[in-house]
């Protein structure tokens, strides 16, 4: 397996996750990873943190959950996935991340 199916098969694993554990259901996310290759599941990806600016719905629900560590963009900024990222897409991962918890 390689590591860009890890990372989707991983992403799919905290979807599962967040709809046992929480109230947050991740359909859109988790429909955008499951129709996806490993390579497309990251390329999505990429898009979703380029693209998403600061207005990321399931981002920010996630963050209000206490689940920070299983955002897309804690995600990204592991090293474990960090060859699959590009700095850009890293970097904006790491600015969302660091945004103040909107009130």
């Known amino acids: 397996m390689s590591l860009a199916d890890e990372f989707r098969?991983?992403?799919?694993?905290?979807?599962?996750?967040?709809?046992r554990e929480t109230s947050y259901n991740p359909s859109r996310f988790e429909q955008g990873i499951r129709d996806a290759t490993g390579d497309q599941a990251?390329?999505?990806?990429?898009?979703l943190i380029v693209n998403g600016g600061v207005g990321a719905t399931g981002f920010w629900r996630m963050r209000k959950l206490g689940r920070?560590?299983?955002?897309?963009?804690?995600?990204?900024?592991?090293?474990?996935?960090?060859?699959?990222?590009?700095?850009?897409?890293?970097?904006?991962a790491q600015w969302r991340l660091n945004l103040p918890d909107q009130e």
Do not use: K, N
Not at 9 to 19: F, G, M, N, T
Not at 42 to 47: C, I, W, Y
């Open 42 to 47: 990251v390329a999505f990806t990429r898009r």
């Open 68 to 92: 920070r560590h299983q955002t897309i963009e804690a995600q990204v900024v592991d090293p474990h996935w960090g060859e699959l990222f590009d700095q850009h897409t890293i970097e904006a």
């Open 9 to 19: 098969q991983a992403q799919l694993d905290v979807c599962a996750e967040l709809r």
